[in-house]
Structures are given as structure tokens and as C-alpha cells.
């Protein structure tokens, strides 16, 4: 066992082999009874020494059925969930970098301690991983007016500074802060970027697979608001929410996200980001979208940021849209008219390099750039600080061609964890193939490693008249301007 003596009191961890594993450690109080729908509020003290050594609740959340949840979803929800955890090398050591993981899961799902995220590879590197808990859902991302907004992103934030007071304490250096996630944490971490009060917490970022235009205005919020009041039979206020029970706000979470999914029938471009819940700019947290943050030139020049995406992010929702029995041809004609696919657009995938054919092939391209890819891009290209891009292409060979390079699918590489996998083959091998390359792990990890240690990923940074990128692949390689003829198609419409 290994203690720790935080701000807040002592915390005893464990050793795991010959590093160090500190879980469940509170960075604010309970956002729950007097607190819920208000910001964090820092943690108390405590006498004694405080047990570390298993992770703490979740934020309460739906449960799913995906079948790597064994891998992605916590087994324990609670009330107590603004918590964190830390791998270290080396508590007594100086002046090492540090990852803060802020999780995915559609600002619905997820927690900083599963499986998936282990700190474990990037702790063996040198590194102090630190992984975190925030609200999600209606009690994270509910908008109730300027007094309860963007909770999931001010949990971050108190998160943030919980690393800048404590990290020295695990070895780490809180000048030297990378933060970095994976779709929903993705698009926190191009937020995160974008608020005021997150300005100077962290020096760098990794955004993988995020939409820097995912936010919406105040009043697209309260429009989701109000559909959940009316539902729970409540003004849509921060009192007539708070006397809702949280079993009930969780079911409300998943249905709310069903039905605005069903917007694709109908050809709501709205729903084309999935969940309705979204970081809110024009507000005090977030004035800007990350996007117009940078494009107003109101973003730090000092941040250092790796962004990139993965050639498929929507192949398994597509497939699932053309499985709904009866629905789904006209889901994808929705799909095709709200992206505004012209006959610019469709040369652009069907002519250009990528020779795509066949109609749910080209609305998933289309979906993924629009999405995804596009976004990342405009994002490089407005940001006045040093940039990178990536793209990763590889898929299993058990995946139909040019289609099975799935949202997610890189997680796992740029963590190293292949071996990680085993013993759980039946789930693994329909996403991951039954030989998935260890070289291209030890590509991405690497560049995220050296990235988090050096500021540098290894390739050059994103410049507009070379646009270099690094293809992440069987046999990796930078390529200039890897989306080329698509980046040009979308030139004015994102």
C-alpha cells in the first residue's frame, strides 16, 4: 500500500505491478440533494487516511446493451460520483507529465474507471494518468438557465483544478497537463478549450473523434428542456427539476435520447449528433462554441493540440438504421437530404480517391465527415495555437471494405491494450478481428505518449498549404491533405 497526502487529507492506494493505482478520490461533493443542478462545490477534508484502493461510483446513468460493456460501463452508479483516479509511476517522483482522461459515452454514458480507460500502459511510459468522473445526462447537461448550465463541463473543470492543487503530490507536474478523450470526451476537451474558466489548467489536448460545432445556442437547449419538464410534469427550472427522483431523471435520460434519435426519419438535421445532450455556448462557462472560439481568435495560442478521427465513424449506425424494419431506406433518404448531398458532393465520394458506390456507403461517408471530420479540420484550421490532425484507417478483416473503421475502434490502440482483450474474445472479436495489429498500437500509443512528454507527436503540424496528416494504419505514414477532394466538396456548407 502506498499513501498519498492530498489538500483534502491522506489517501492510501495500491501497488500494482510496481506502479501505483490511487481510485475513488473526490475532486467536488455530492451533486446531488441540496447541490443538484448547482456547480461542483470542493471537496471536504478528512481526518485519518482514506481508502483508495477501489473505484467509486459513476454518475447515475441508463444502463446499455453494447457488448463490450463489460470493457466501457461502470458496474456502480451513485450519488458520490465527482471523483477521480491515479496511476502514477511514482508518487515520490518530480516534475512528470500528466493525461487527464475525461471519458466518452454521448454525455449519457461512462465513467473514468473502467476497464477500457486503464491508466496502466501510459503510467509504465512515465506518465500520471489521471481519469475522472462529471455529470451526465439530465443532471449533467440539462439546461435550466445561467444558474445550471454546462454542469457536466464545470465537473471538468473542478476536476482540472483538482490536478493543478494535487498532481505534485503523485509525481506529477501540474504545468506540464495534457487533457485528451474520445468522443463525447472528445468534444469536452474541444470545450474545454473554448471556457474561461478552464484557461491555464492544462497546456495540451488530444481530441479523438470530437465535432467542434456539436454545442447549441441557449434557446435549441430549452427546447430539450421543455420536452423533459413536460414529460416529468415539472416547470423546467432548477427547482421543479430538483424535486425529481434521479431513478426517474435516468429513465427520462434514455428516453429523451431515443426519441431525438428518431429525428433521422424525419429529417431533422438536429439530430444528427445523436444526443440531445450538448455543451450550451452563450453562456458565462462557454461563451463560444470551441469552433468560433478559435475562428474570433479568442483561443490560447499556448495550447498545444493532436486531434484526428477514424475513416468510419457512423458504419455501425448505419447498419443499425438499415435493420429498422421498414424505416430504414427512408432514414437514409432523410439522412441524404439533411446532409444537402448535390451532385458536388457525390462526385466527390463516388469519383474521387475513396470510389465509393452503393447508397449506405455514401451516406456514411457523408454522415462521418459532416460529423466528425470536417469539423476537426475547420477547428485546425482556425486555431491560432500548434495543431496536429491524424486519421486512422485500420479495420479487421472480418469488416466489409472501406467500412469497418469504426467510431471507437482507435481507443484501444492509442492505449496500448490489445492484451486486454483476451479472455473476452466472444465480444472483442466482431469489433476488433481476430488478429489485430500490435504495431499500430505501438504507433499510436507512441505518438500519444510523446506527445503528452515533448508537445510533438512525431510529424509535422497542421499547416493549410500542406495540410500534413498521419494515416494511422497497418504501415502508418503522413499523407498530405488526407481528406482532400471531400475537405474541398464541403468548402461553405461546414
Known amino acids: 500500500m502506498t499513501q498519498v497526502k492530498t489538500e483534502y487529507g491522506v489517501v492510501e492506494g495500491v501497488e500494482v505491478d510496481d506502479l501505483h493505482l490511487f481510485r475513488n478520490l473526490p475532486f467536488a461533493q455530492a451533486p446531488f440533494g441540496v447541490r443538484r443542478f448547482r456547480p461542483p462545490v470542493r471537496p471536504e477534508s478528512w481526518d485519518g487516511v482514506r481508502d483508495a484502493t477501489q473505484p467509486g461510483p459513476a454518475a447515475p446513468q441508463p444502463a446499455d446493451g453494447n457488448p463490450l460493456s463489460a470493457l466501457y460501463l461502470p458496474p456502480v452508479t451513485g450519488e458520490d460520483c465527482l471523483t477521480l483516479e491515479v496511476w502514477t509511476p511514482d508518487p515520490g517522483a518530480v516534475g512528470l507529465p500528466v493525461m487527464v482522461h475525461i471519458h466518452g459515452g454521448g454525455y449519457v454514458y461512462g465513467a473514468g474507471s473502467v476497464p477500457a480507460y486503464s491508466g496502466r500502459n501510459f503510467a509504465r511510459a512515465g506518465i500520471v494518468h489521471v481519469g475522472i468522473n462529471y455529470r451526465v445526462g439530465i443532471d449533467g447537461f440539462l439546461y435550466l438557465g445561467e444558474e445550471a448550465e454546462n454542469l457536466g463541463l464545470q465537473d471538468q473543470t473542478a476536476a482540472l483544478k483538482w490536478v493543478q492543487a494535487n498532481i505534485a503530490a503523485f509525481g506529477g507536474d501540474p504545468g506540464r497537463v495534457t487533457i485528451f478523450g474520445q468522443s ?43 420536452k423533459v419538464a413536460r414529460k416529468l410534469g415539472v416547470a423546467p427550472t432548477v427547482e421543479g427539476m430538483s424535486g425529481v427522483p434521479l431513478d426517474r431523471t435516468v429513465a427520462e435520460t434514455e428516453r429523451i435520447l431515443q426519441r431525438f434519435a428518431l429525428g433521422l426519419a424525419l429529417r431533422d438535421k438536429r439530430s444528427m449528433l445523436l444526443s440531445p445532450f450538448r455543451g450550451v455556448h452563450g453562456t458565462p462557462t462557454l461563451p463560444l462554441s470551441p469552433y468560433d472560439t478559435a475562428r474570433a481568435g479568442q483561443d490560447d495560442p499556448g495550447v498545444r493540440l493532436l486531434a484526428g478521427t477514424v475513416r468510419n465513424e457512423v458504419t455501425d449506425l448505419v447498419q443499425a438504421i438499415a435493420d429498422l424494419p421498414g424505416l430504414g431506406r427512408f432514414v437514409r433518404r432523410g439522412l441524404r437530404s439533411a446532409l444537402g448531398f448535390d451532385g458536388a458532393l457525390v462526385d466527390a465520394y463516388r469519383n474521387g480517391p475513396r470510389g465509393i458506390s452503393g447508397s449506405s456507403a455514401l451516406v456514411e461517408a457523408g454522415w462521418t465527415d459532416w460529423a466528425f471530420r470536417i469539423p476537426t479540420i475547420r477547428l485546425l484550421e482556425a486555431r491560432s495555437g500548434p495543431s496536429w490532425l491524424y486519421e486512422f484507417r485500420w479495420q479487421p478483416a472480418n ?96
Open 184 to 226: 463525447g470526451g472528445a468534444v469536452s476537451v474541444m470545450a474545454q478549450l473554448g471556457m474561461p474558466a478552464s484557461r491555464g489548467l492544462f497546456s495540451q489536448a488530444i481530441a479523438q473523434s470530437g465535432c467542434s460545432m456539436a454545442q447549441v445556442d441557449a434557446e435549441e437547449a430549452m427546447r430539450i428542456t421543455r
Open 399 to 494: 469488416r466489409p471494405a472501406g467500412l469497418g473503421a469504426t467510431h471507437g475502434l482507435d481507443v484501444t490502440f492509442a492505449r496500448d491494450e490489445l492484451a486486454s482483450l483476451r479472455g473476452i474474445e466472444e465480444m472483442a472479436y466482431p469489433v476488433f478481428g481476430d488478429a489485430p495489429p500490435q504495431s499500430l498500437a505501438t504507433a499510436m500509443h507512441g505518438a500519444f505518449v510523446r506527445f503528452a512528454v515533448d508537445g510533438d507527436p512525431g510529424w509535422a503540424q497542421y499547416e493549410e498549404d500542406v495540410r500534413p496528416t498521419m494515416v494511422f494504419d497497418e504501415v502508418s505514414e503522413v499523407v498530405p491533405d488526407a481528406a482532400g477532394v471531400e475537405r474541398e466538396a464541403w468548402a461553405g456548407r461546414r
